[in-house]
């Protein structure tokens, strides 16, 4: 009796097995295979193999779902299939098929992978982990498929509702109408919130957080000093940090043997006010209290989405100024520059625009032979802010001097239509513009000279790395492929990168979210070094020969190592 029951426990397990293996699309596997092999080659960033287990994860669900509706749309236009014994076989030979391809990807990941990092001069890797790969992609296709079909589930339980009191076809709509809503008030409302909620309490948390090595400063010309207007605890981490740092007078001295100035910082925190207006009047008047406007060079910065400004970005105008430079920024979020541009994308372009208003406001009404060169400079999202601060009729009549931009955002509007339009036979990851006379783009080597025109009242230079995903990723990468993978590659960009529909887009997605993750020099992380020429073309530094610009340029290349 008992090796009945078992025997019959035995061909119930089989069923169950059985209906399992049938429930899956072999369609839907097949591609889903390719998505999964066409995720392991390279893209701008390289990957570590927990990253690339989750790409080529969702990779493989993405493919699998794109054939289950392909061949749900076989069925539903009546098209002949194979049926019973010949598509079971079919699908075993499909499933052969689908681990060899993935087999030989998964062999060939790491080739791939020291493709980017030996651009980037990174250690090369042994081995891509295929196992611990196959388990992480395999664990969160599971994931997704469990989500899809819990989708499902709640369609067809609507949807049968509904067919009570209304035709077939209308009860499917209503179904899934009712199970995205179920599923979309489940993300926003719950998941996403939560994790803004827990993202911001962290990010202001750390905001808060007292340098150990910051004390408040004694000179009464700092931003934070018992003098100033600003409390040193309102600053906030990021504004103590640019306020503390960047090189004295005696650093300077010291390495330009020559007199110099103490550089002047000015930052407003976010506690410092409560509206974008408030910071931008208190900053206005710290910088007066200062002396900012006696100095030869002012800057008015947007910093990044956390109120992070790079030092490898202002501490080189100083040396070239020979600290004779004054800037002001105020704050304007907490969350990383991704997660600010998803969810609060106007807190910048405000911030920026009453900061500009109140900073030229009161330039334009200095003596133009008594005021400093006002500049403006941003990186990444600050870039993208400090491009909405103000349009071109609006300081045309009294223009301000010069723009540097370090790694645009791709919706930035002035570098989109400039790329579009670059001049044709110039690459779009370093595309030329006209005559040269008002915007040009540089990267790791100097690109500004052998212009076709002189420069106009106003300079404008974009700072750009062609393996910047911050920049060069596209929605459209999701169909077509970029106009910066035509022709030839960037300096670090993998010459075995390659265009996959919707593969690509997801790739790139992964890669800004991984940006900041690339040595210095790559990615989203601008050096030091790199931003000397730039500043010196647009604030037009005469008076540094070759030599002494090179020994600059060292000095900031080995100060990042």
């Known amino acids: 009796m008992a090796e009945v029951e078992g025997a019959k426990g035995d061909a119930r397990r089989a069923v169950l097995m059985l209906r399992f293996w049938r429930s899956f699309s072999g369609v839907g596997l097949m591609i889903g295979t390719l998505f999964f092999a066409a995720s392991l080659t390279p893209s701008l960033i390289p990957r570590n193999f927990a990253t690339q287990g989750v790409l080529s994860g969702c990779a493989l669900a993405a493919g699998y779902g794109l054939g289950v509706f392909f061949r749900w749309l076989w069925r539903y236009l009546e098209l002949p299939e194979p049926e019973g014994r010949l598509a079971l076989r079919g699908k075993q030979v499909a499933m052969i098929g689908c681990a060899l391809v993935a087999a030989l990807f998964l062999w060939r990941a790491a080739g791939w992978q020291n493709s980017i990092r030996a651009l980037m001069g990174m250690t090369p890797v042994d081995t891509a982990h295929p196992l611990e790969v196959g388990a992480i992609a395999l664990l969160a296709f599971a994931i997704l498929l469990l989500l899809a079909r819990l989708f499902r589930v709640i369609l067809q339980f609507a949807a049968r509702r509904a067919r009570s009191v209304a035709p077939r076809r209308v009860s499917n709509v209503v179904g899934a109408a009712i199970a995205i809503a179920v599923f979309w008030a489940a993300i926003d409302g719950v998941?996403?919130?939560?994790?803004?909620?827990?993202?911001?309490?962290?990010?202001?948390?750390?905001?808060?957080?007292?340098?150990?090595?910051?004390?408040?400063?004694?000179?009464?010309?700092?931003?934070g000093s018992a003098g100033s207007l600003v409390e040193w605890a309102d600053l906030g981490r990021m504004g103590r940090s640019f306020v503390a740092s960047g090189p004295t007078r005696e650093t300077l001295r010291a390495f330009l043997k020559r007199d110099a100035m103490e550089p002047l910082r000015v930052y407003v925190g976010l506690r410092s006010g409560e509206t974008a207006e408030e910071r931008a009047k208190l900053a206005l008047e710290e910088l007066k209290r200062v002396g900012g406007f006696a100095r030869s060079s002012l800057v008015v910065i947007m910093p990044t989405g956390t109120g992070w400004i790079d030092p490898e970005g202002i501490d080189p105008l100083e040396y070239l100024h020979r600290g004779d430079v004054a800037?002001?920024?105020?704050?304007?979020?907490?969350?990383?520059?991704?997660?600010?541009?998803?969810?609060?994308?106007?807190?910048?372009?405000?911030?920026?625009?009453?900061?500009?208003?109140?900073?030229?406001?009161?330039?334009?009404?200095?003596?133009?032979?008594?005021?400093?060169?006002?500049?403006?400079?941003?990186?990444?999202?600050?870039?993208?802010?400090?491009?909405?601060?103000?349009?071109?009729?609006?300081?045309?009549?009294d223009p301000y001097q010069g723009v540097l931009w370090a790694g645009p955002p791709f919706p930035s509007r002035i570098w989109r239509s400039a790329t579009d339009n670059r001049n044709p036979g110039s690459p779009a990851w370093l595309p030329r513009f006209r005559d040269g006379s008002y915007?040009?783009?540089?990267?790791?080597?100097?690109?500004?000279?052998?212009?076709?025109?002189?420069?106009?009242?106003?300079?404008?230079?974009?700072?750009?790395?062609?393996?910047?995903?911050?920049?060069?990723?596209?929605?459209?990468?999701?169909?077509?492929?970029?106009?910066?993978?035509?022709?030839?590659?960037?300096?670090?960009?993998?010459?075995?990168l390659r265009w996959y529909p919707v593969v690509t887009f997801m790739q790139l997605l992964l890669d800004v979210m991984m940006a900041t993750q690339s040595p210095m020099g790559h990615g989203h992380v601008y050096a030091g070094a790199h931003y000397i020429d730039p500043w010196i073309a647009v604030t037009d530094v005469r008076d540094w020969s070759p030599d002494e610009i090179a020994r600059l340029k060292r000095f900031f290349s080995e100060r990042a190592q």
Do not use: C, H
């Open 191 to 223: 998941l996403f919130r939560f994790a803004l909620r827990a993202a911001d309490s962290s990010f202001r948390a750390v905001d808060a957080l007292m340098e150990p090595d910051a004390p408040r400063p004694s000179d009464p010309n700092k931003t």
């Open 439 to 496: 915007i040009r783009f540089t990267n790791q080597t100097n690109a500004l000279g052998d212009p076709v025109a002189g420069w106009g009242p106003i300079r404008l230079v974009y700072l750009q790395y062609a393996s910047d995903p911050i920049t060069f990723f596209e929605i459209a990468s999701l169909y077509r492929r970029p106009a910066w993978m035509i022709g030839p590659r960037g300096p670090d960009v993998s010459p075995d």
């Open 327 to 397: 800037s002001v920024a105020i704050q304007y979020s907490y969350l990383a520059s991704w997660l600010s541009l998803l969810t609060e994308p106007g807190y910048g372009d405000e911030a920026a625009r009453a900061l500009f208003k109140e900073i030229y406001g009161y330039w334009t009404t200095l003596p133009k032979d008594d005021r400093p060169k006002l500049y403006l400079y941003g990186l990444s999202l600050g870039a993208l802010s400090s491009e909405k601060s103000s349009e071109l009729f609006e300081v045309i009549g």
